[in-house]
């Protein structure tokens, strides 16, 4: 991981070292130390797999990211703020969010936003592309500035297994740092979806709410070879009916969008080194197909290989890389 320090310049020279070292670490944004003479401030940042991953530790400041701003760079990313000590303010699309320590929040980097940390703090960052959270979790708008804390044991486990990703930058080859990296998503999703049913929060919307409720139950059951539309409607409290109307936005059906998940888990083991022992069917099976036939011809209409000529190529490729 890179490392910068303001000890590393002198004491009037701080506070501009670390707006420049900020701004190339997250996105373009506005700084103000609360006390410019004594400011201090450090950030060590890498990478694992899709994610970016930074700790920092500051004195008391504020950072702003206006619409000027905004429209000065393309950044596409969403942020995860993880607390470890201190107190941070959220403010963005109107809510105001407060993370204390060991809670985690969003933030969109597509819009505007004020963050302030009013204490000496600890944190992490995990920058994510837009694309693997909505994925995961539908419309973005839904869930920024919304402080997740640890009044559930998943966001307890989620916030747990953040907190040792930085760790693991360093030391892990590459098919193993996705394969984490996705897990992670795929646990933070989770947490702020049970989190986001507490009836103490009112969602933009109550489709967001249900779609997010959908797809978890599908996430929850895709190895269950007995998952169907009717029992994932069920499972989330949805009429088969109302599921379809959810995911028509998407461009998708219930049992289109199951199918689609399935088919990706397997693609994932098919590109896992760690899994290349694996047979074909044991995949297929393991990820809820019942049939490897038709498992192969709808891999190869989804992907454009067979699974077989998808691992001969995938694998190669993630070793190189």
């Not at 979790?137 to 916030?159: E, K, V, W």
């Not at 996705?182 to 049970?194: G, R, W």
Request: hydrophobic share 40%; proline share 4%; glycine share 4%.
């Amino acid at each position: 991981m890179l490392h910068h320090s303001t000890d590393e310049v002198h004491p009037r020279d701080r506070v501009a070292y670390w707006r420049e070292v900020a701004t190339k670490a997250f996105v373009r944004h506005d700084f103000r130390a609360a006390n410019a003479t004594s400011f201090r401030a450090c950030i060590e940042s890498g990478r694992l797999a899709n994610l970016g991953v930074t700790t920092y530790e500051c004195n008391p400041c504020h950072v702003g990211r206006t619409a000027r701003d905004t429209s000065r760079d393309d950044n596409d990313d969403i942020h995860l703020l993880l607390n470890h000590s201190g107190k941070t303010i959220a403010e963005q699309d109107g809510r105001v969010a407060e993370s204390a320590t060991g809670g985690f929040m969003f933030l969109d980097m597509r819009r505007p936003f004020n963050l302030d940390f009013d204490t000496d703090s600890k944190a992490n960052t995990f920058v994510i592309p837009r694309r693997l959270l909505k994925a995961r979790l539908g419309r973005t708008a839904t869930f920024t500035a919304r402080s997740i804390d640890l009044s559930t044991p998943l966001a307890n486990l989620a916030a747990s297994f953040l907190a040792m990703l930085p760790d693991c930058v360093d030391g892990l080859a590459a098919p193993a740092a996705s394969k984490l990296s996705e897990q992670a998503l795929d646990l933070v999703a989770l947490a702020y979806s049970v989190s986001s049913q507490d009836t103490r929060l009112t969602l933009s919307s109550a489709r967001a709410t249900a779609l997010v409720r959908l797809k978890t139950a599908i996430h929850a059951h895709l190895s269950n070879p007995d998952l169907c539309p009717a029992m994932a409607a069920a499972t989330a409290g949805l009429s088969v009916r109302y599921a379809n109307v959810l995911l028509a936005q998407e461009g998708m059906s219930l049992e289109r969008y199951i199918v689609a998940q399935r088919l990706d888990r397997c693609r994932r083991a098919l590109a896992d080194p760690t899994q290349a022992h694996r047979m074909i069917a044991d995949i297929a099976f393991g990820w809820g197909f019942w049939d490897v036939s038709h498992f192969c011809r709808r891999f190869k209409s989804e992907f454009g290989f067979t699974p077989r000529d998808y691992r001969h190529n995938a694998q190669p490729l993630l070793a190189s890389g």
